[in-house]
């Protein structure tokens, strides 16, 4: 739809950036830090690990007064888990409440809004060892460690998070390293952990809602609209399962309160669905999110499975992350898009899409809380000419403009980064931040930090609110 006019963003429109603990904060096991899975999954052994990573646990300061010179609104950060309750259960690690404690209030001191996912890909270690989230013991240390976040912070921060990309963590387990000895949990574990997670997000919704009264908590999740290939019928219906399977089974269940019912007749199909106990269907109706956070990188374009043995493929550049499944949907190339350095679908208009439809299923404010283009930045003579992320966040903020003409409600936008931070499989080689930090791989040099290109032009932006777009 083409307007006369476009809306204006709204006047306290979240302006912000995001980043999550263990691929920013490093100082992986200090001041009591219990190790994560992430800490002890296999990763790539080429790239940098994540025990030092930006090392801003010792330069959050620095970080923050850089973001707040750029004009940041918001920062979405993590908090890690592992430093607030070392042991998954127990007892309070008063170094990593302070920490947590002194960045919250360096945010405000600046007028930056906190918004802080509880649970970042990072469960402790020492709770996977007791079969992480297939043990329904894992609801319960979770709901604890909601309860003491917000006794802690809930009177200083009014943005939560619960689990990030929960679709990503059930549908491609691999994204996020292999555990040791390589075996990956299978499809009907990983549904019994996501509606364990499911459970727990609930409880952790109500809670919040009776301790932090005046707060808004939201899932988020990694959401994404599907074209088909053709106008083939058989392609929209693989289009259509892919979208059910990958993106509404998740938002649903927060929102309704109710399994996606394409994706759950595919789960009893399979043999793969949940057990679900007597009383928790109960628990996950009337969690009642306030918002949706949502990241967005790309589309994908689908195409009626063939199922014969050929479906499945790789993601371009991603050995870990597998495309297509059997009797359900195969991918296909999308001619109309560009894709960036590592193969990722660049769709700015379908970023418009993406945001209608979610709006459209589940009339909740939207909050974007990641969107960015990694790349391998040069840093030449202090600068960093980063045009194509320029172009990139400025194609997809104008399809968001037009997202808010077109009726959606937005609360604000966070790109994925503020600052460079470890990507999960490519390292220092893939950056997606405002702020360069200068290290490579294996050679940490000072870690000094340069404002990129794409700092200058997001500082212009949010200065003027976006009006430009
Ligand atoms: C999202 C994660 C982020 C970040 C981002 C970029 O799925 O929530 O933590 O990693 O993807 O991914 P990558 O670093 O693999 O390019």
Not at 23 to 52: C, N, R, W
Not at 278 to 306: E, Q, V, W
């Amino acid at each position: 739809m083409r307007y006369q006019t476009k809306k204006s963003f709204p006047s306290d429109f979240l302006w912000g950036a995001s980043t999550s603990a263990y691929q920013v904060e490093g100082a992986y096991l200090e001041d009591g830090k219990s190790p994560s899975i992430i800490d002890m999954y296999e990763h790539p052994k080429d790239t940098a690990d994540f025990k030092i990573a930006s090392d801003h646990y010792h330069r959050y300061k620095e970080d923050i007064k850089l973001f707040a010179e750029m004009g940041m609104k918001a920062y979405r950060f993590s908090i890690a888990w592992t430093r607030i309750i070392p042991d998954g259960t127990g007892s309070i690690n008063e170094p990593g409440v302070a920490y947590y404690r002194d960045m919250i209030a360096e945010c405000r001191k600046y007028g930056i809004e906190p918004i802080v996912t509880m649970y970042h890909f990072d469960l402790p270690y020492c709770l996977e060892e007791k079969g992480g989230w297939n043990n329904r013991d894992t609801i319960d240390a979770f709901v604890n460690y909601a309860e003491t976040l917000f006794e802690l912070y809930g009177k200083e921060v009014r943005y939560w998070l619960t689990i990030n990309e929960q679709n990503t963590m059930i549908l491609h387990p691999g994204a996020i390293g292999l555990p040791k000895g390589g075996k990956l949990p299978t499809k009907k574990e990983l549904y019994q952990q996501n509606h364990h997670m499911m459970l727990a997000q609930a409880r952790v919704m109500k809670l919040f809602h009776t301790m932090v009264p005046d707060g808004k908590i939201g899932p988020a999740l990694n959401l994404t609209a599907m074209y088909p290939a053709t106008c083939k019928p058989e392609d929209a219906i693989a289009a259509h399962n892919w979208e059910a399977i990958r993106c509404w089974n998740f938002a649903d269940v927060p929102v309704f309160g109710t399994y996606h019912p394409l994706a759950f007749a595919y789960m009893q199909d399979r043999n793969i669905e949940p057990e679900i106990l007597p009383g928790d269907m109960d628990i996950l109706k009337g969690a009642n999110p306030d918002f949706i956070a949502m990241n967005y990188y790309s589309t994908a374009t689908i195409a009626a499975s063939r199922n014969d043995g050929s479906d499945v493929a790789a993601r371009a550049g991603d050995q870990q992350i597998m495309l297509g499944e059997e009797g359900i949907y195969r991918p296909e190339e999308n001619p109309y898009v560009e894709k960036t350095k590592y193969g990722w679908v660049i769709d700015p208009v379908g970023f418009r899409y993406t945001l209608r439809k979610v709006y459209e299923r589940y009339h909740l404010p939207i909050l974007v809380t990641e969107n960015g283009i990694g790349a391998p930045d040069i840093l030449e003579d202090g600068k960093i000419h980063d045009d194509y992320r320029i172009d990139f966040l400025e194609k997809h903020l104008e399809q968001m403009k037009l997202a808010i003409t077109d009726g959606v409600e937005m609360l604000g936008y966070c790109p994925w980064s503020a600052i460079d931070v470890v990507s999960t499989h490519q390292g220092y080689q893939k950056r997606y931040g405002f702020i360069y930090v200068d290290r490579d791989e294996f050679d940490l040099k000072e870690m000094k930090r340069y404002p990129k290109d794409s700092y200058y032009w997001y500082q212009k932006v949010i200065a003027e609110n976006g009006e430009s777009l």
